[in-house]
């Protein structure tokens, strides 16, 4: 007999979690492959992912069936078990973008020698970038040795490419500074990598007092301030730019009555659910909402997608080779396996425990 076991998260109260399995032995539609989920990560992005599911659309990539429960959608790597696909085979390794599940239906559809999308009616309408899954044989990032690394990262670093390549395409908004909120996140510093290879660009790092250390440790932030400290330690005066990770109302709100000189507000993620919401009234610049696929799309358009490729190939090598230096590695991987150890890390990430060095990969699949 198969099953399916799923992670199911409220909507309306993200730390409220259970596990659901159902008996799944009817046989595949024609043009459809079952793929093992076999690990995920899961980052302060996937958090960003239910916080906002509603308003981006998140849930509706892998619907639960059940009024108001979702499943978080997930970065990671999984196998092809069963297919009524004639060009998609048993046994294919896959990157993509999965439930927080034990398997996944997919209907692949535009299928090319690098991947395919999933034609599922639900998901014709949601942006093209969560639907494309690529085989691992043909991707030129993917390596045997680095899997975790890849799921971890390479999501995230291509929002921050694309963050860093936004600011750079508007010219930086005639600033100088990039002031960055909730830097330990793995987003964050990301883009943090990319503004520091940029000639004039003063890259300061926000953050609470136990992860100076690391933020400073990984030498692509200029300073590395205090939440508390900033008004005292930032001139606020000098024109800047906000790429606001953390998603604090209240931050934000000091953000903007403290420096006048602001010259854009980017907001780009949630890790503090707890103090998420509209911040009502600002001065200065309106927050504007980041949306990569809006970027990719305008690249791919510049570029074209061959040429967009091998720039965040490019990128990400470097990037990965920083993340991974022998003696030096910025990222300590821990292991979540099965469905009880998948569900305990999504309610300890939600609360926003955890080492900002360490990355966590989970699987419901059993220990």
């Known amino acids: 007999m198969t099953t399916t076991t799923t992670l199911l998260v409220r909507q309306d109260q ?3 979690t259970r596990l659901h399995t159902v008996n799944d032995d009817a046989p595949l539609a024609d043009g459809q492959i079952r793929v093992r989920v076999d690990q995920f990560a899961l980052t302060a992005n996937n958090i960003t992912y239910a916080a906002m599911g509603e308003m981006l659309q998140y849930w509706q990539f892998y619907p639960s069936g059940e009024a108001g429960w979702g499943i978080v959608p997930v970065w990671g790597f999984g196998t092809v078990v069963q297919s009524q696909c004639a060009d998609v085979a048993v046994g294919e390794r896959l990157y993509g973008y ?13 299928i090319t ?7 599922a009616p639900h998901r014709a309408s949601l942006h093209a970038v969560y639907n494309q899954y690529l085989r691992a044989a043909a991707d030129p990032f993917y390596r045997t040795d680095n899997e975790d690394v890849q799921a971890l990262l390479r999501p995230l670093f291509i929002t921050s490419w694309l963050i860093d390549d936004f600011l750079d395409d508007q010219q930086f908004f005639g600033a100088r500074r990039m002031l960055l909120s ?4 793995k987003t964050a510093y990301g883009t ?3 503004l ?5 660009i003063e890259v300061i790092g926000l953050t609470s007092p136990g992860n100076v250390a690391f933020c400073e440790s990984l030498g692509c932030y200029d300073r590395v301030v205090t939440y508390d400290a900033l008004e005292a330690e930032i001139d606020g005066a000098t024109p800047s730019v906000y790429i606001d990770f953390a998603g604090s109302v209240g931050l934000r ?8 000189g602001l010259a854009y507000s980017c907001a780009v993620g949630a890790s503090h659910v707890q103090d998420l919401g509209g911040a009502g009234q600002l ?5 504007v909402m980041f949306f990569a696929p809006a970027q990719v799309k305008k690249r791919n358009a510049d570029w074209g997608a061959q040429g967009l490729g091998q720039r965040l190939v490019g990128a990400w090598n470097q990037f990965s080779g920083a993340v991974e230096a022998p003696g030096a590695p910025w990222l300590t991987v821990q292991h979540h396996a099965g469905p009880e150890a998948a569900q305990a890390l999504f309610t300890s990430m939600l609360a926003g425990s955890g080492d900002a060095r360490t990355g966590h990969i989970a699987t419901l699949q059993a220990g």
Do not use: E
């Open 98 to 110: 999965w439930p927080m599940a034990d398997q996944a239906m997919l209907s692949p559809h535009r």
């Open 253 to 260: 709100q000091r953000i903007h009555a403290h420096f006048s």
């Open 192 to 194: 943090a990598f990319q």
């Open 113 to 119: 020698p690098a991947g395919f999308a999933d034609g």
């Open 283 to 287: 001065p200065g610049p309106r927050p």
């Open 182 to 185: 909730s830097a330990s996140s």
């Open 196 to 200: 520091a290879q940029r000639d004039g």
């Open 14 to 16: 993200l730390a409220t």
